[in-house]
């Protein structure tokens, strides 16, 4: 089953430079390991919530505003996606993203729509 990790943590608690590039090499080897057990799927950092655009329609006319819709403590800085045998498998690999120690990693399984495209 595939699963997404999201990742949210407090972006006015800003990691330094030091601190996120350590935390990029972390995740790299993270995903390298999850790779060579076949698990890995994808995985990204996002860009800090001011690079943001939030989009919605409402009666048919498209309403495009600065940064994310909701406001909220933690936000959502990035992802994961893996296959794993089950909710555990997840968990365990969740507990290993480094942010896990300063933030939050949603685990949340992912529902495979047919027809839809892969790479």
């Known amino acids: 089953m595939k699963y997404i990790l999201l990742i949210y943590f407090d972006e006015q608690a ?10 990029y090499a972390e995740s790299t080897q993270l995903a390298q390991e999850i790779h060579s057990s076949g698990q ?5 950092p996002l860009q800090p919530i001011s690079m943001a655009t939030s989009v919605r329609v409402r009666d048919g006319k498209r309403l495009v505003t600065d940064g994310p819709f909701a406001e909220t403590r ?22 290993r993203i ?9 685990v949340r399984p992912v529902i495979d729509i047919p027809g839809l495209p892969t790479k």
């Not at 480094?98 to 949603?106: C, I, L, Q």
């Open 14 to 23: 800003a990691l330094s430079e030091t601190e996120r590039q350590e935390c």
């Open 40 to 44: 890995y799927l994808g995985a990204n």
């Open 74 to 95: 933690e936000q959502l800085g990035g992802y994961f996606l893996i296959e794993a045998n089950n909710l555990d498998d997840a968990i365990g690999i969740a507990a």
């Open 98 to 106: 480094p942010m896990a120690r300063k933030g939050t990693v949603e």
